[in-house]
């Protein structure tokens, strides 16, 4: 079984027009069944990285290897791949082509000749999984930028995708779509799609995913567990990203105290790390 869903080897990319690469010799490895984020300031690539998923852009140099297989760019080897990767914009307006939110949950999948019987079953599906029941005959320029993200994803989980690519799947969503976005992804994820993201949520982050790659000028500069990357708060800082509340207070406590122990990932550890701590340390906090 491969341990890589998706791979880029050595990619350069540059614009037609650019001096710059937007992608220099970058290379990354998405693991298979794994929640992964992408990291980085804005104009680092993370974009044009997506882009190169499932063939939307081809590389100047090196490769994109799908479950260990070369990606070739005929219409037939990306018509397959664009099946199994799924791609939400951080603008929903760039997705979403039909008049009404049932009719462009319907039209990826009639272009993947499926039966009417099939359609109707999987439209309805994602109807009731994304809660758009009573949006489904609304039409889609008399929605919130936040409910076009919602049926933009909704879309794209109703061609049943193996690898879920989200760039900045928070962007418009208010608090309560927010944390419904989150739940989505624990459902998502536990049905057993891979999903990489690009976001600048660092809470999130450090809470949710299983592996982080930081993105700088193009290149991939740091990458490993999420505890693990938001260790390098120096490095965090000087690229301006910046770490989460948590590891700000974890580092607050003396070095004796925090000895052996990872940074924790949410708030429900940090405080069972504190009731042990106020238990077992006679001096207290």
Avoid at 82 to 111: C, K, M, W
Avoid at 229 to 243: A, D, I, R, S, T
């Amino acid at each position: 079984m491969d341990k890589w869903i998706l791979e880029f080897i050595d990619l350069t990319f540059t614009y037609p027009g650019e001096k710059q690469p937007a992608l220099r010799d970058l290379s990354l490895k998405v693991p298979k069944g794994k929640k992964c984020v992408l990291m980085g300031h804005n104009g680092c690539g993370k974009s044009t990285l997506f882009l190169h998923a499932n063939g939307l852009l081809r590389p100047n140099h090196g490769r994109v290897l799908w479950k260990g297989k070369t990606l070739k760019y005929n219409r037939r080897c990306l018509s397959e791949i664009r099946q199994q990767i799924g791609l939400v914009f951080q603008d929903p307006e760039q997705q979403l082509v039909a008049a009404t939110v049932e009719e462009d949950l319907s039209y990826g999948l009639y272009n993947q000749g499926l039966c009417d019987e099939e359609v109707k079953r999987r439209v309805e599906q994602a109807l009731i999984d994304f809660g758009l029941e009573e949006l489904a005959a609304k039409p889609l320029h008399h929605l919130s930028l936040g409910q076009k993200k919602w049926v933009s994803l909704a879309g794209v989980m109703a061609l049943k995708p193996s690898l879920l690519i989200l760039d900045e799947p928070t962007a418009y969503l208010d608090p309560f779509q927010t944390n419904q976005f989150r739940e989505e992804m624990e459902r998502i994820e536990q049905a057993g799609t891979t999903i990489l993201m690009a976001t600048h949520d660092i809470d999130w982050v450090l809470s949710w995913a299983d592996w982080v790659f930081v993105m700088h000028r193009g290149q991939i500069v740091l990458e490993g567990e999420p505890a693990e990357v938001f260790g390098e708060k120096e490095l965090l800082v000087q690229l301006k990203l910046g770490v989460p509340l948590l590891v700000e207070l974890w580092d607050l406590f003396p070095q004796a105290l925090r000895q052996g122990k990872k940074i924790p990932r949410n708030v429900q550890e940090f405080y069972e790390w504190l009731v042990k701590n106020k238990i077992e340390q006679k001096q207290g906090f």
